[in-house]
């Protein structure tokens, strides 16, 4: 009967599992940066896509529809006092709306109301998606309501004010400058400072109006949908003010954000 010699089975030392955990520990952590960095990355693509998509699409189609204040109407020399003028500031220029529609500017909580006859010879549509039918009337206004830029349009009259479309998702400010010009250039002023300019008189008793409002300045912070893993900038200037959680304080950190500022000129509003 032959004897065998057995030897006995080891396990691992406790260095040796030492070092399995604290390399298995290693790989877990090189495994989750990429993950994070990955993630951060895709995050930061999104809601840069998310920004652009709203100034390709939503600013532009505010423009467009900004440029149309006043037309149809026979005056051109447009001011908070002219009937039916291209930019509503008082019951002057849109009798029966009320107060809380009115153009207001100074603040990043702004509102934008406008008013045009069309006249193109064609239907073409408001804000809101509904057809204006050739030589009908429609009274736009543009305001931000639970981060969003909508508009409340309103045809032949000012019943229809009350619901309101998205333009554009994400928006944290919305401000709007009025654009004044008179013999010596154009100035850009919040709503109030343009109310309260008067009618001057020169040296031989002539009347000098007030500057005429040929231009709207629009200012926008646009936010993307997605939160990122890291701080943010949360500082910046929109129309010649700071912009913060101090003046804005919807504001959330650790997302994406952008200003857009653009000036549309009224086609039918001029000084001469």
Do not use: W
Request: aromatic share 8%.
């Amino acid at each position: 009967m032959k004897n065998f010699n057995m030897q006995a089975e080891q396990g691992f030392t406790l260095i040796e599992l030492m070092i399995s955990i604290t390399l298995g520990l290693l790989v877990v952590a090189i495994a989750s940066q990429i993950y994070l960095t990955s993630y951060s990355t895709n995050a930061v693509q999104k809601s840069s896509s998310d920004i652009t998509a709203s100034s390709v699409f939503g600013i532009q189609q505010v423009e467009s529809h900004i440029r149309l204040a006043n037309m149809g109407n026979a005056e051109t020399h447009i001011n908070d006092k002219t009937a039916r003028g291209g930019i509503i500031l008082s019951k002057a220029n849109a009798k029966g709306i009320s107060s809380d529609y009115f153009t207001k500017g100074g603040s990043f909580d702004d509102r934008l109301t406008i008013q045009f006859r069309n006249v193109t010879g064609k239907s073409i549509f408001d804000c809101e998606g509904q057809a204006i039918a050739n030589g009908d009337r429609v009274i736009e206004s543009y305001f931000l309501d639970n981060g969003n830029l909508e508009c409340d349009a309103s045809q032949n009259g000012v019943a229809g004010l009350g619901s309101s479309q998205t333009i554009i998702y994400g928006v944290e400010a919305f401000g709007i400058r009025i654009g004044a010009q008179d013999a010596t250039g154009t100035a850009y002023m919040e709503t109030d400072d343009y109310k309260a300019l008067k009618d001057k008189t020169d040296a031989k008793g002539n009347v000098i109006p007030k500057p005429v409002i040929t231009s709207i300045k629009m200012g926008l912070l646009l936010r993307g949908e997605q939160p990122l893993t890291s701080p943010t900038r949360e500082k910046f200037t929109l129309l010649g003010q700071d912009v913060n959680k101090g003046s804005v304080p919807s504001m959330q950190e650790n997302y994406l954000r952008n200003v857009y500022e653009s000036t549309s000129y009224l086609r039918n509003a001029r000084l001469n």
